[in-house]
């Protein structure tokens, strides 16, 4: 076994990795940029060793300091993690050339399944059932739309370099086609220097189940159960779960045998994922094989009780396999769910900002939490959103899912958006508990999952202007004690009348209005307080960071977070993040929302696709930019004109900033 790795990477697939090092008695070495000096996995680490400046380009993707960063340390191997180097042959190479051993699999392997289009082709050759599809080298567009035409719409793009979601579009018909075609070479050609395309028959109702594969360098191979993440927004994972429910043993073993079989297609070594479509029908089909690590796998080691970073090191330290397929055991369920900066109600648009409030739900043997960030860690423009991974598991899925549920409520983070809440829907949604999955479960159950309603609503605004009103309360006690306070000669007037308070408060993209009439009686303070068709009598006090609420008798506690002018109000099940908003300032500023023509957040201008002063329709595509790696067009919100565009192509722009001047047609 090693003395000591060297982790390529940050974040909590770091941290995890030193976990499990520390735990074998392995000495670990961070590398870090200049955004992550004051990381949790650089702290978490023996060493660390810095790198480079903040954009990934200049520092986790620059191999030759990770290598020259390995003799200096005297780091026998290198851990990749995911993302990043995990899947670059080249610093595979680099490692077998500075004699560094590189936790992964042998070059060959990589670049086997490096591209979508060559790998499918090996494993058409190995007689794994494939999506029906185009993954040729002729790349005309006549050609690819032709492909197109012949399979029938719709039809998925997807970048044979891609991963990440990046440079797949679909597409449903085929005057559609070049616009799609042209914007996923775009974002392919931005994210990895490759615009190669395939086409694939777009199944409308798959699920998304793939099976963990392992490998040791003497021949041996076990696949380790499946996971389904068909649960996904943006073609991108965000609640994992394994066992998949309603998996037969023998459809378990037939992809099983189907995704070892690829492995050793490839000579594969160490820690894979073959990933497959499942259809309804229970045909499935191969999409690609991950040759690294993934993010979900903490799911499978939670039901076969193995640690499979433990299996990936001893694997590449020339170990054997642990295990046999037939010692592999399942129990139990459990389910992963992937927090993230990002704004559910706007397309899931990655956000940044300071984690200034964040409290994890206690971990416990039933509840895990994988993350590489402490309050008051910055989640930047430079690296992925994903904030944390929370784990559940326990003996059925039922039991599990209530975990789930139970400790996502339990989540607390403030200081920017997050996929908390919608989490939380999404696992106490119905038809999850029954499991009745596909890819397309979001987009199908949109009512469901995103139901801030107009009631739900004015119950939240209710609880925030109590909130408001003790904290006044609290702040003229704490004046009324100093005789010299100019309060003192003002506050009588309370006394005797009801006096009622109006405040528009913001929340869920709304703004709504609550007015508080204070109702005098005896010692304690009790409200009256109406938001809409609501009107409740209610109670409270402010102690130790906690709200104790009484509204209509139903008592509660919420821990609250205040920062930046934003309230955040941790409710039994969901995070309200509400802003009092200061009447009388003018015109409401227009940002977000459907035909909002300003960026959606910082990025690139990318092309301008309508000219200054020519009618255009509803919908038609004005201009594409690029933020994080994501393309995003901005569209007419009705028939009308540009009359200008504010930025010209390769221009940065800030979110919020308004981008077109347009003028709607005359009704
Ligand atoms: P990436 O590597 O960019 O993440 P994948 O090829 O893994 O892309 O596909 C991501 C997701 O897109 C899949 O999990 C699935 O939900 C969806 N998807 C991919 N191919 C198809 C297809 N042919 N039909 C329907 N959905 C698909």
Not at 175 to 191: G, H, M, P, Q, T
Not at 217 to 240: F, M, P, T, W
Not at 563 to 587: F, K, N
Request: with cysteine; glycine share 8%.
């Amino acid at each position: 076994m090693f003395d000591k790795i060297l982790i390529a990477n940050r974040g909590e697939i770091a941290c995890r990795v030193i976990r499990t090092a520390r735990k074998l008695g392995i000495r670990t070495v961070a590398v870090y940029s200049d955004a992550d000096a004051d990381a949790l996995h650089v702290s978490m680490a023996d060493e660390a060793v810095h790198i480079g400046a903040a954009p990934s380009r200049e520092s986790y993707l620059q191999f030759d300091r990770v290598i020259e960063a390995c003799k200096r340390t005297g780091a026998q191997a290198v851990h990749p993690g995911y993302g990043f180097l995990s899947e670059n042959s080249q610093f595979c190479q680099a490692c077998d050339a500075a004699g560094v051993v590189f936790i992964g699999p042998p070059v060959g392997a990589i670049e086997a399944m490096g591209s979508k289009s060559a790998a499918k082709r090996i494993m058409e050759e190995a007689g794994v059932p494939l999506v029906p599809g185009y993954h040729g080298e002729d790349q005309s567009p006549e050609l690819l739309k032709k492909a197109a035409d012949d399979m029938g719409y719709p039809v998925l793009l997807k970048a044979t370099a891609g991963g990440g979601g990046k440079g797949m579009r679909q597409v449903w018909s085929a005057k559609d086609f070049d616009e799609a075609l042209a914007a996923a070479r775009r974002e392919a050609s931005n994210s990895f220097g490759d615009d190669r395309m395939l086409v694939e028959k777009y199944l409308t109702r798959p699920r998304h189940v793939e099976i963990q594969v392992f490998c040791d360098s003497r021949g041996n191979a076990v696949y380790l159960a499946e996971r389904d993440c068909s649960v996904q927004r943006r073609h991108q994972k965000v609640i994992e779960e394994a066992p998949a429910p309603g998996m037969s043993e023998a459809l378990r073993q037939q992809m099983g045998e189907a995704a070892v079989q690829a492995a050793k297609a490839i000579d594969y070594v160490g820690a894979g994922t073959v990933e497959f479509l499942l259809d309804e029908d229970g045909s499935f089909y191969f999409m690609e094989m991950n040759t690294r690590l993934q993010v979900e796998h903490p799911v499978t080691e939670m039901i076969t009780g193995q640690d499979l970073v433990e299996w990936q090191l001893r694997v590449a330290a020339g170990e054997a396999l642990p295990l046999a397929q037939e010692d592999v055991q399942i129990n139990g369920h459990a389910f992963e769910a992937r927090i993230y900066a990002e704004d559910p109600d706007n397309d899931f648009l990655p956000v940044t900002g300071t984690l200034a409030f964040l409290q994890p739900p206690e971990e416990s043997a039933h509840v895990r939490v994988d993350t590489g960030v402490l309050q008051g860690d910055e989640v930047s423009v430079y690296y992925d959103p994903m904030i944390a991974k929370l784990i559940v598991h326990d003996e059925d899925r039922d039991k599990a899912l209530r975990r789930l549920a139970r400790a996502l409520s339990e989540y607390r983070i403030s200081g920017m958006r997050t996929n908390v809440d919608f989490l939380y829907n999404l696992a106490t949604a119905e038809p999850f508990r029954k499991a009745d999955l596909d890819t397309g479960f979001i987009e199908k159950h949109r009512e469901l999952i995103f139901h801030d309603s107009e009631q739900d609503l004015q119950r939240g605004a209710i609880l925030g202007a109590l909130y408001l009103v003790l904290r006044q309360a609290r702040r003229a006690t704490v004046a009324e004690t100093d005789p010299y306070s100019p309060w003192n000669s003002t506050s009588a007037w309370r006394l005797n009348e009801p006096h009622a308070q109006h405040f528009a408060l913001e929340l869920g993209g709304r703004e709504i209005a609550v007015s508080v009439e204070q109702l005098q009686r005896g010692g304690s303070r009790r409200y009256r307080i109406c938001s809409g068709n609501q009107t409740v009598t209610a109670r409270g006090e402010l102690k130790d960071g906690e709200l104790y609420a009484d509204i209509d008798g139903y008592r509660s506690r919420v821990p609250v977070a205040e920062h930046d002018g934003v309230i955040s109000l941790y409710t039994e099940d969901s995070a309200l993040q509400i802003r009092e908003v200061q009447p009388d300032l003018g015109e409401a500023d227009d940002t977000g929302g459907e035909g909002a023509l300003t960026a959606p957040m910082n990025g690139t201008i990318v092309t301008l696709l309508a000219q200054a002063g020519v009618a255009v329709a509803r919908g038609d595509a004005l201009l594409v930019m690029e933020a994080m790696k994501m393309e995003h067009t901005i569209r007419a919100p009705a028939d009308g004109t540009v009359e200008e565009f504010f930025y010209a192509p390769g221009d940065l722009v800030e979110g919020g900033a308004e981008l077109v001047n347009f003028s709607p047609a005359e009704a």
